[in-house]
Every structure is written in structure tokens, then in C-alpha cells.
């Protein structure tokens, strides 16, 4: 007992040397963590980013169509414009059975109903083709769509007058 009291260590046996040697590992392993975490969680998500409007916002492509857009929106827009924005999606790649854009020989038979006749089946839908294609464009809107439509592919219908208002 005498020789081991030459050493004033208090570590007497085994397990408590096991102890102290765990504890010198983990005491500076939990300091560390602590204090990396301190560094990284310094910019604090702002609460208010996380709302789901702003994250919604954030996630937002970079482009959308939206349906239906030029309704009341003051100016009529171009027949162009609407194909592009809206008929574009099914007649440019002639999805759903949709007459391509330029396909003369698909559009020929259609192209004799004439444009109230197209309009007539645009206005009430056709096939996929929702009516008033899904939009809530005004009748002139629609029949400048198609006049644009259909003198791409084949025909030679003329854009009626703007109603006047
Ligand atoms: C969801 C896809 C889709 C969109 C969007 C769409 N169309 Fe169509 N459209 C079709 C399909 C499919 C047909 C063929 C319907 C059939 O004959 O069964 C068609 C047919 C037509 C026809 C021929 C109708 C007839 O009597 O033969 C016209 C004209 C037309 N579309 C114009 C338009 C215009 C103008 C727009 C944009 C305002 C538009 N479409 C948007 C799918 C679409």
C-alpha cells in the first residue's frame, strides 16, 4: 500500500484510469462540437423565409404560362402572342392529336369550316382541346389565335375587326 502512495495521483484503479482517459477524449470532442456549432448556426434562418409563400416564391420557375392572363387585362394581346403563350403548348408539337402548326394537310379539312366555324370549336372545346382552349380569352382573342394558326398552315383567313368599345 506504501509504495503506491509515493504517487498523490487519485486515480487508484483501473476503471477509474479508463474514466479519465474517456473523459479527456470527450470533454474536448464535446467543447469542439459545441463551439462549431456555435460558428455555423450564426447566420439564423430568418422565420419568416421559411413561410410557405416565401418558399413558394423562391421555388418558382423561371418562367410560367399562365392561362388565361389577357382576360380584362386591359389590351387585347395579338394572336401571336396568344399562340405563343397558349395554343403553342399542344399545336406547336401536336400533343393529344392536336393539328400541328403548319401542318397544311391537318389543317385543310378544318380549314373549311371557316373561321366562325373554328371559332364556334374552340369556343366550345374539341377533342383535348378544352373550351376557349382552358383560357378565359374574349371571342376576338381566340379567333385571332386561330386566324394566326391557321395561315401558318395553309390558309388565308382574315383577322376580324376589333369590336369597338
Ligand atoms: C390542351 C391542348 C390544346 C391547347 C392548349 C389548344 N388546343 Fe386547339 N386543339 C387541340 C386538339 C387536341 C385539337 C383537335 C381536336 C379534335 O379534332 O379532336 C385542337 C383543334 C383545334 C382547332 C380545330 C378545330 C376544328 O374544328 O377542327 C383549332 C382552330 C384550334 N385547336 C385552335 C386553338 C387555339 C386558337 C388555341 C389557343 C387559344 C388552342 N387551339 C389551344 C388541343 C389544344
Known sequence: MSEHDEHSSFIKTPQQLITVV?????VPIIGIVMLV???VNRPQADPAALS????AARLQPAGK?????AAGAGAAKSGEQIVQEVCAACHQTGVANAPKTGDKAAWAPRLKLGLNGLLQSVIKGKGAMAPRAGTGLSDQE?????VSIANQSGGSLKEPAAPKK
Open 142 to 146: 381566340l379567333a385571332a389565335a386561330i
Open 22 to 26: 474517456l473523459l479527456a477524449f470527450v
Open 65 to 69: 404560362v399562365e392561362f388565361g392572363a
Open 37 to 39: 456549432q456555435l460558428v
Open 52 to 55: 410557405p409563400e416565401a418558399v
